[in-house]
């Protein structure tokens, strides 16, 4: 029983990872907290399942499709509006952030209803080890492992990496350099959105979902890069699996309705003991 705890906590672990690595790449280059980042879940998660439903295609591609709008979503939204306040004190972007917010969830409700939906696929499980494994639980966890590893990689060996680096150590030095900020600010903000939406593509998989678990992706996000590491990429794998495995002892040992609880508990001893998370370096706590 404790190795199928594990692997469950390894399952829901890897999605919490993809639901945070936007979160914190966009604080991380922008230093802004974009509580967009729960709506953006949403939105994606219910293109897939519209995708699904209506045009007939695979989970999959229907992750995809709501990957490479939301894309083109939070570039827009960043380049039109929220890089207008970027270089304002936070207190002025937090306020123009947290009004898109309210617009858009507002308008999600309206459009989609609080009624949960979910794709209803099921695939089976596979027994492994022993082990019970949702097969669709799987391919979420595959998805959200590819797209993290994908966003690594991208970070670290190519030239559009480089530049959000340099710009996320010095938008000064970078913008002397040549590098176009506001562009790299656009561009990195709508790979956030990208990975929201495949975090929300991947749970529908897995989760019924409504407009009004946004605040819960929201927290779970904040939880998750306190823990591995404000602004890291492998700081959001190690965070979303540390949190995946706590939700899913924690249910053992206090119940099912106290692992978002631990979750937070955890989350303040870190702030305390430890402000650059497990796997986060000084200068981005």
């Given at each position: ?282 200068g981005y706590e």
């Amino acid at each position: 029983m404790i190795a199928q705890y594990v692997a469950n906590g390894l399952l829901i672990g890897s999605l919490y990872a993809c639901l945070a690595v936007g979160f914190s790449l966009i604080y991380g280059v922008l230093n802004i907290i974009n509580v967009l980042h729960g709506t953006f879940v949403v939105l994606g998660a219910y293109m897939t399942i519209y995708c699904a439903q209506l045009l007939g295609i695979s989970p999959l591609i229907s992750a995809l499709v709501g990957c490479a709008v939301m894309f083109v979503f939070g570039y827009l939204v960043q380049r039109l509006l929220i890089n207008e306040v970027v270089a304002a004190p936070v207190f002025i972007s937090f306020t123009l952030i947290f009004g898109l917010d309210l617009l858009v969830n507002n308008a999600m409700i309206q459009g989609f209803t609080a009624t949960p939906r979910s794709l209803l696929v099921d695939y089976g499980s596979i027994s492994l080890f022993g082990l019970s494994l949702s097969v669709a639980r799987l391919g979420a966890m595959a998805l959200a492992l590819v797209l993290t590893g994908a966003l690594y990689w991208l970070l670290r060996h190519s030239q559009m990496g480089r530049a959000i680096i340099a710009v996320r150590m010095d938008r000064h030095a970078a913008a002397l350099l040549g590098i176009r900020v506001p562009r790299v600010y656009a561009i990195t903000f709508g790979i956030g959105a990208l990975m929201a939406a495949a975090a929300g593509g991947a749970l529908a998989l897995v989760y019924p979902i409504t407009p009004l678990l946004s605040g819960v992706f929201l927290g779970k996000s904040f939880v998750i890069c306190v823990l591995g590491g404000l602004g890291s990429v492998p700081g959001a794998l190690v965070g979303g699996l540390a949190l995946g495995m706590l939700e899913s002892f924690g249910t053992i040992v206090f119940g099912s309705q106290w692992s978002t609880t631990v979750g937070f508990v955890l989350m303040l001893l870190v702030l305390v003991l430890r402000p650059t998370g497990l796997a986060g370096r000084k200068g981005y706590e």
